[in-house]
């Protein structure tokens, strides 16, 4: 049995109910529990988010040096361009769309509160050939 079990991300942001909405859009969540300083979510996978009010919360700076990151969440996915046009619709905004076509490719995106995360391209779980 381990010491620690896996939690949650927790985002602190100051709209949280806006945040989690975002999220919960993306993701294909619901929400499993709501106060007036916090809103969890689950997505389909059992994956868990929170979001925090803090009025005092600065949006991340990445790939500026000050404030960077903070908290960064990777998502995988199937479909990249199709998860660009969701996030962007959602009202999130591209940070990195370098041109990294292939196996490995990832993009960077903002969520509506500037908290940064990564869409990789999923990989095959399957031995490497050759």
Same mark, same amino acid.
């Given at each position: 049995?381990? /010491?620690?079990? *896996?939690?949650?991300?927790?985002?602190?942001?100051?709209?949280? $109910?806006?945040?989690? &909405? !975002?999220?919960?859009? =993306?993701?294909?969540? &619901?929400?499993?529990?709501?106060?007036?300083?916090?809103?969890?979510?689950?997505?389909?996978? #059992?994956?868990?988010? *929170?979001?925090?009010?803090? @009025?005092?919360?600065?949006?991340?700076?990445?790939?500026?040096?000050?404030?960077? !990151?903070? +908290?960064?969440?990777?998502?995988?996915?199937?479909? /990249?361009?199709?998860? $660009?046009?969701?996030?962007? +619709? =959602?009202?999130?905004?591209? /940070?990195? %769309?370098?041109?990294?076509? @292939?196996?490995? &490719?990832?993009?960077?995106?903002?969520?509506?509160? #500037?908290?940064? !995360?990564?869409?990789?391209?999923? %990989?095959?779980? +399957?031995?490497?050939?050759?």
């Amino acid at each position: 049995m381990p /010491l620690v079990n *896996a939690g949650l991300v927790v985002l602190d942001c100051a709209e949280p $109910e806006k945040l989690a &909405e !975002f999220y919960k859009e =993306l993701l294909q969540a &619901e929400e499993t529990d709501a106060s007036a300083n916090r809103v969890e979510i689950r997505g389909a996978d #059992g994956f868990r988010m *929170a979001f925090r009010r803090d @009025g005092n919360a600065t949006p991340p700076s990445w790939p500026r040096p000050e404030n960077a !990151f903070q +908290a960064h969440v990777d998502f995988v996915a199937d479909d /990249l361009d199709g998860v $660009e046009r969701k996030v962007v +619709a =959602l009202g999130g905004r591209p /940070l990195d %769309t370098k041109d990294a076509a @292939g196996p490995y &490719e990832e993009r960077g995106y903002a969520d509506p509160a #500037g908290h940064s !995360f990564t869409v990789r391209r999923h %990989t095959s779980s +399957a031995p490497k050939q050759g």
